[in-house]
């Protein structure tokens, strides 16, 4: 054979219906044999139009549609959304409401990673075994949802000036029980991954994002900290008493797939740390102030932002003085790190581009909302 | 602790910069004239007391008499945010100036308000409906989008004539 087989671009659709896109998602990647030449992303499948939607309802209506935003983090959701209206209406939320959000919003970082690591373990070919493990430790997560809120994935128990009700009683010592296994968990796949060869062949070198694109792309959480910059709004815009807690920011040196992997599994660990200090440090008292029930904040405009799993989420929020936002505006963290899709994916191959996708951890609800 | 910029700050700092530039200042934002808009923005990006090389947000509102883009900038080294913002007037065909030379981020939230309140942003690379299909009747995001008869409102209420009843109340979660 030697003759030089000839190959032209053609356009291949990657989804809407696969499980490498993590949702109804479709990639148009035109491909030149193996090597993708151009992806462009085509979203809006599951758009609800949830910005309009928030329009008419009061403030606390609200709180049930950010659960169903990034359904994977409905906690995270919920608290930046109160936390916006806190800041445009002027409520304060006593110490135990705090600590109580933060135990929340870390168990939810711990599960939603759990989810990011296990599933792009999955796409690197690692099947099935990773996600099981992580997906056995996520499930002790959701029971402990469960019980405090009633619900496992969309929880709406975030409230305004505060949470819902106050947390069980065998809350903490279920808490604690999980402390331990997870820990044991993110060492067995780091030990089951991060050394492997085929999974380094696989995430190493995959989807580099320089530095400088990172912060030009306005990209957030782990995607920003795996190329190596030191950025977390717990750290440097403290809310819910972050300075309280002692924990490390952990950074990736290449920005490839693999570091933004390793990033997240340290995240986690981070997350049991600040359980551990929130539980130890729990404050008696109220576990939220009286708000009135048709709430009007004063005529303004607030943006409150979180650092949620998936990186800074931001709610802008206008007020006209009535019961309803005049405007509601998230800034979806999936989005945006997945506005650089074409350049983590052209120039490698069609599995590359699968694995490149797998290490943004998209949610598409949050994305069209 | 972030640092969130005043109007009067950002403001001043832009008008040390562009002179001419401010249109109008508010107590949390600073409003840009739509004409040297880009001119200002990347000043305050490669100025090194601003340093704003984060575009954290981008979103539009609906005023009734006016739109707002409104930009939320910052800076990952200084550790500071301020917000922007732009009018257009113009609701037949408005427009302003797009700043994805400056950030690439700006792109798709560029993008999706385009796609929501049907502004357009001159010089963007790709402007085109990204969550809503071409040929989508309407802005959804704009004020006057299904807008009701009699002051209703959709979603709380019943769209008017499917209701026997003469007039439910706009507002009834009072």
Partial sequence: ?369 | MTRWWSGEELAAEAERLVPGSVSKISATACIFKAENLVQVLSALRDNPATNFAHLSNLCGVDQWDRFEVVYHLQSLEMNQIACAKVEVQDREEPSVPSVVSIWQGAWIQESETYDLFGIRFEGHPNLQRILLWDGYPGYPLRKDFLSMPGGLQPGLNEFAGTSAKPEPPVRPVE
């Fill in chain 1, 1 to 369: 054979m030697s003759e030089i087989v000839q190959s032209e671009p053609f356009v291949m659709n990657i989804g809407p219906q696969h499980p490498s896109t993590h949702g109804v998602f479709r990639v148009k990647a035109t491909v030149d044999g193996e090597q993708v030449v151009d992806a462009e992303m085509v979203i809006g499948y599951l758009h609800r139009s949830m910005e309009k939607l928030a329009e008419e309802r009061t403030y606390t209506q609200n709180i049930p549609f950010t659960d169903r935003t990034d359904y994977l983090s409905s906690m995270s959701n919920n608290l930046g959304y109160c936390l916006a209206v806190e800041k445009l209406a002027g409520i304060d939320v006593p110490p135990r409401g705090q600590a109580i959000r933060v135990i929340m919003a870390e168990l939810q970082r711990l599960a939603s990673h759990c989810m990011g690591a296990g599933a792009f373990a999955n796409d690197t070919g690692a099947w099935q075994t990773p996600i099981m493990w992580f997906m056995r430790e996520r499930e002790k997560i959701l029971d402990i949802f469960e019980l405090t809120s009633g619900a496992r994935l969309t929880c709406n128990y975030m409230r305004i000036g505060g949470v819902a009700f106050e947390i069980p009683e065998d809350f903490e010592e279920q808490v604690r029980a999980l402390i331990g296994p997870m820990r044991e968990t993110i060492a067995d796949g780091e030990g089951l991954l991060s050394g492997n060869e085929i999974f380094l062949v696989r995430a190493r070198n995959v989807a580099v994002i320089p530095p400088e694109l990172a912060i030009n792309a306005s990209l957030s959480g782990p995607m920003l900290r795996g190329s190596g910059i030191a950025w977390d709004i717990r750290k440097a815009d403290p809310y819910c008493g972050y300075e309280q807690y002692d924990f490390e920011i952990p950074i990736g040196y290449q920005g490839d797939a693999y570091d933004r992997f390793i990033v997240r599994l340290e995240e986690m660990r981070q997350s049991l740390r600040i359980i551990e200090q929130a539980l130890d440090g729990l404050p008696g008292g109220p576990h939220s102030t009286e708000v009135p029930l048709s709430l009007r904040p004063p005529a303004g405009e607030a943006y409150a932002r979180i650092e949620s799993p998936r990186g800074e989420l931001g709610y802008y929020l206008v007020s006209d003085e009535g019961p309803s936002p005049y405007r509601f505006h998230i800034r979806p963290p999936s989005l945006i790190n997945l506005s650089v899709l074409k350049e983590m994916t052209v120039g490698g191959s069609i599995a590359d581009a699968i694995v490149a996708l797998g290490s943004i951890d998209i949610v598409v609800g949050e994305i069209d909302r």
